[in-house]
Nanobody
Framework: VQLQASGGGLVQAGGSLRLSCTTSGRTFSSDGMGWFRQAPGKEREFVAA????????YYADSVKGRFTISRDNAKNTVYLQMNSLKPEDTAVYYC???????????????????WGQGTQVTVSS
């Protein structure tokens, strides 16, 4: 089972990035998926989640209206479109699979069973 996150980089404040998370070794189309982030010296925090079908999404207040999570089950890929980026968005971003998703949103890392390796996002002011 592998989750591979990519798409991070250095961007100026106000810019955009799109992160991708490609899954393999397991059928993730029935799982909820989420994105988390962790800044230096801080705990890993929830960013966004999406239902298995992609029909429902949930966001942290800090990114609502700026970030969009989506998925393409045919490609086993989850995306995080990040617009209007701010320096405080700087962190390592992780994708994760929630195999127990049951229409209840999970926002704690312990509720996700599989994790990608993370991709660095740096927003300069």
């Amino acid at each position: 089972v592998q989750l591979q996150a990519s798409g991070g980089g250095l961007v100026q404040a106000g810019g955009s990035l799109r992160l991708s998370c490609t899954t393999s070794g397991r059928t993730f189309s029935s799982d909820g998926m989420g994105w988390f982030r962790q800044a230096p010296g801080k705990e890993r925090e929830f960013v966004a989640a999406i239902s298995w079908s992609g029909g429902s999404t949930y966001y942290a207040d800090s990114v609502k209206g700026r970030f969009t999570i989506s998925r393409d089950n045919a490609k086993n890929t989850v995306y995080l479109q990040m617009n209007s980026l701010k320096p405080e968005d700087t962190a390592v971003y992780y994708c994760a699979a929630d195999t127990t998703y049951d229409s209840t949103w999970h926002t704690y890392p312990v509720q996700y069973e599989y994790w990608g390796q993370g991709t660095q996002v740096t927003v300069s002011s």
